[in-house]
């Protein structure tokens, strides 16, 4: 599983995902887009609808991801801890792995259920341009390099709101999608051949 704010889904989700689930030969990549993120609430999130369609479109051409409405059907702020009990609980015998990023590990190092979270899944953490991976020398959680890719949700949404493209850094659809729903403060319509 790997869960985000997908606001939007980019291609660093996206071969993040793909390279954790060739190394640990995954039957499955179960993409969860947050609810309320409590991390984030200082600043104005898309619509949890807008970002599961999204990350819907994303991921609609590879049969081994999915995407799963737990966080965003479950009211208030999202925790992973619920997050990895439901999917637990709708696959009783699979064996778990959460895929995170540099940034997303140092974090959950810090978080109080951190020992609960461990025993839950085992932990995947990734490098992404621009954050150390915490050094971890513990069982249940893997370090490992994937193919750079220095783009955020963040750089994507400031390049859509100041008219600058985001083509190939986030799936065709997801740029049309944008240019459609006018997201991020989208005055001209992201979709233009720039
Ligand atoms: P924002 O800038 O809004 O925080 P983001 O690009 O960090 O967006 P998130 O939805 O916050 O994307 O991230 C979801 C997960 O994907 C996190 O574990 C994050 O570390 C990881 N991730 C995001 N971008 C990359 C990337 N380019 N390479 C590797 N991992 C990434
Ligand atoms: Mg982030």
Redesign the pocket.
């Known amino acids: 599983m790997?869960?985000?704010?997908?606001?939007p889904?980019?291609?660093?989700?996206l071969?993040?995902a793909s390279e954790v689930a060739s190394v640990f030969d995954l039957d499955e990549v179960v993409f969860v887009?947050?609810g309320e993120?409590w991390q984030?609430s200082d600043r104005d999130?898309a619509e949890a609808e807008h970002r599961y369609l999204m990350t819907v479109i994303a991921t609609a051409a590879n049969p081994r991801f999915t995407v799963s409405r737990v966080d965003i059907d479950r009211p208030g702020p999202t925790y992973t801890i619920d997050t990895l009990r439901d999917l637990r609980a709708q696959r009783p015998d699979a064996e778990l792995f959460f895929?995170?990023?540099?940034?997303?590990?140092a974090q959950i190092l810090g978080w109080k259920d951190a020992e609960e979270l461990w025993s839950l899944a085992h932990f995947v953490g990734?490098?992404?341009?621009g954050?150390e991976l915490p050094v971890l020398d513990r069982s249940g959680v893997s370090l490992m390099e994937?193919p750079?890719?220095?783009?955020?949700?963040?750089?994507?949404?400031e390049r859509v709101r100041t008219g600058h493209p985001v083509w190939y850094l986030v799936p065709d659809g997801v740029v049309q999608y944008i240019g459609k729903y006018k997201l991020y403060n989208n005055k001209n319509n992201a979709v233009n051949n720039g």
């Open positions: 790997m869960g985000g704010t997908f606001d889904i980019h291609h660093g989700h071969v993040a887009p947050t993120p984030k999130v895929i995170t990023g540099a940034d997303a590990m990734v490098t992404r341009p954050h994937v750079a890719m220095s783009i955020s949700s963040t750089d994507c949404r």
